[in-house]
């Protein structure tokens, strides 16, 4: 998949012209009817400066159950999950007790991360150069986030990505809450979290924005 992605960025580089030209009448041609002939000019390109800024963002955290709970509930989903495997039970039923058995760890090692915590802190690298902007950030942010970004960005053309470092695993779009799922069921965040991204990016790429055009040319 990655020669494939690779490939066809070559194709289309190689089939691109970024220069910012103009073209400029030059004369009219007879050839039966007249014909306007052009020219290509090139326009001076602007110089902009790399700007590059790092982002720590403290995200709201749900509140944790008691550690016991989650640990009796481990425990339990486990001695099932044996006792199928001893008896010989079908595969299906297997499978489904095992993947019972893994969301019950991973709800031990939340409360483990973040029992007593109201907050966390993640970060988010913001690189601007002219009408170009990438966002990154560490955590697996929901793909709502990057469109709010993405739309109402100061820069015209923004990306916006996660798993640039460390996950802390979902960061769900406020709506996705009340759909439920496995994402939002295993996401130690609120659903204040991805608007505080959305807000916080948008304010960095603003003052960007505002610093390059305070510039003296």
Not at 23 to 49: C, D, H, I, Y
Not at 175 to 199: D, F, H, N
């Amino acid at each position: 998949l990655g020669t494939i992605l690779g490939l066809e960025a070559a194709k289309v580089f190689s089939e691109i012209d970024t220069r910012p030209i103009t073209e400029e009448f030059v004369r009219a041609r007879e050839s039966g009817a007249t014909l306007a002939m052009w020219e290509e000019k090139s326009v001076p390109e602007e110089q902009n400066e790399l700007q590059v800024r790092q982002l720590r963002l403290p995200l709201p955290l749900r509140p944790q159950p008691e550690l016991e709970e989650v640990l009796d509930t481990y425990r339990q989903r486990k001695s099932e999950l044996s006792a199928l495997n001893e008896s010989g039970a079908p595969a299906e039923k297997v499978e489904a007790a095992m993947f019972r058995a893994r969301r019950a760890q991973m709800a031990v090692t939340r409360v483990e991360n973040y029992a007593g915590k109201t907050e966390l802190e993640v970060e988010l690298q913001i690189l601007r150069y002219g009408e170009l902007a990438i966002v990154g950030m560490n955590g697996e942010p929901f793909c709502e986030i990057g469109l709010a970004i993405k739309e109402q960005a100061a820069v015209p053309h923004t990306f916006f990505g996660g798993y640039t470092g460390e996950s802390f695993g979902y960061i769900p779009w406020p709506q996705a809450y009340s759909e439920g799922g496995y994402e939002v069921e295993t996401s130690p965040y609120t659903e204040e979290a991805a608007p505080r991204i959305v807000e916080a990016v948008l304010k960095v790429l603003a003052e960007m924005t505002a610093t390059d055009r305070a510039r003296p040319a």
